[in-house]
DNA sequence: GGCCATGCTTCAATTTTTCTGAAGTTGCTT
DNA sequence: AAGCAACTTCAGAAAAATTGAAGCATGGCC
């Protein structure tokens, strides 16, 4: 028998457990039947998934599936929760994506703006990186998405949302931001310097080159204003996304450093609600994000 | 119940036919059968996906539906395709996802190659935008990859490739081309210029600037190639990339515009036959794949 | 209007698939 | 060697999918 996207989710489930009964409590199904489904796959792919008697270890083959559909399934319900959403949202659903800081900026006031003007509304709100956002909007998964730098999209409208000015953030105890002439890049990356994933969208020449070197990169917001607040570690971020990190944590510019990271504003053009999802984008771009005050 | 596979598969092709019987024709069961399963979907959406009577017309939520249901069965059909194919693959597996351009460059000595050194390798060879190549990596359905720039990408090692400078492409009686002096940006602007996708990967900003004002862009290559043949209208490529333009179109040079892309190789870290992706790799690096002759 | 064709739905019967509970292996532990 | 835990196998039961036949609208045509 062919595969089933069941077949798979068992799999994935005993993989993952290493236990059958486990598996089958999780499924709901009885041991029996969880085994089944799996030589039922095996039998298919004319390979074992697993090694030895037991389940708890995956052959080579076993590991690459499970990777596969993993994902897949994952997929598949990510996919079947959109359309029940859809289904559900009699009165308009607004599906928006956004990159982490510029979410965090922006969702409270959006909510509240359009809830309140459309009862019933239904809102998905999710913050994701650039990458997920533009595949979000890619493939209908969102109706309106924020992201850094503009990439042309078929049926999506871009248009630029504010501009970040790139800065050290450190404690506010640190040297560079204490004594009186602003840091340049050297001394920042002479700093005990953290490499974040903003740091990849800084084209600056000078700044990519000396940034290379550095030992330390951190991908989790969290840890790295845990770091950051330790005093020693300092790193370079927008200003906005700056904005969120504790009292105690400090921007200031980078002399040499001009550089600005472009915040888009993506809107599908051919969606359900398409007023909805005009009046949304109009709200949000009338939102002032500049990072500076003024 | 649920909302499944075959559901979505069904409702598909029924969007897609606007005709039960044909539908059901394709799916290979009865009209009843196809009958009955769109009324489950609905019942389980609680909401009619067709309006009015026949099923030629979808409803809004219908559209939204398709779109969504669409991608989710062909992407679950190519995992089965890729779970199939790892399974087969008893001598081991390459999987090897590259953009169009360095495909047709790359693909046919590394096949040669990996297929003469190992007999029963089985090779999977695709050509698709950065964007994708980059997906593929990332969900485990790709073990090397070649895109344009350097994106770093969890347990995926990322090296140089090679670099290509962009030029002009014309027709080779084009005045741009015949005449002695090297023409600079502003003249191919002025000409009639063809923006294509790999301009997005021109950072000069002068250029950016002067290419934003162009009126036409084509994404197909096969499309570009035609309008360049006509003589009239001239394009910006990588000179690898204009090797595989007919014989009547010219690369050239252009001289403020000194900008190259930069082609990177992928390669997964962790894959079943983790040496044959290394030998693989090793291979495509020693080949010279750069566009300056010499 | 009456007749017919088309496209769809509904229904009861049938086939296919999936699930279960009980009994049977297997290999490890004591 | 008895006990146990993890898994498989089996036959019957339950659930789901499919079918073919019958029925119901709609719209064209004489």
Redesign the pocket.
Known sequence: ?AL?I?MLRAFCTVAQT????EA?NRL??????V??????MEDHLGKRLFEG????QLSPLGEQVFELAQKQVRQFDQTLQSIEMAAEAAHGLLRIVSVPSVAALVFPSVLEHMTARHPGLKVELRDTDTQQVLDALAEGKADIGIASGHHPLNGVKAVPLFEDRFGLVCSTDHPLFTREQPPAIADVINACFVRNALCDLIRNERFVEASSTADVTIHNTHSLITMVRTGKWVTVLPQTVARFMPETTAFRPIADLPDKRAVYLYQRERSRFAALTEECCAFIQSCDLSGEPG
Chains 1, 2 share one sequence.
């Open positions: 028998m089933k069941e290493g236990n059958l009964s089958a709901g199904r009885t041991q029996s039947a085994s089944m489904t799996l030589k039922q008697e037991r389940k708890n």
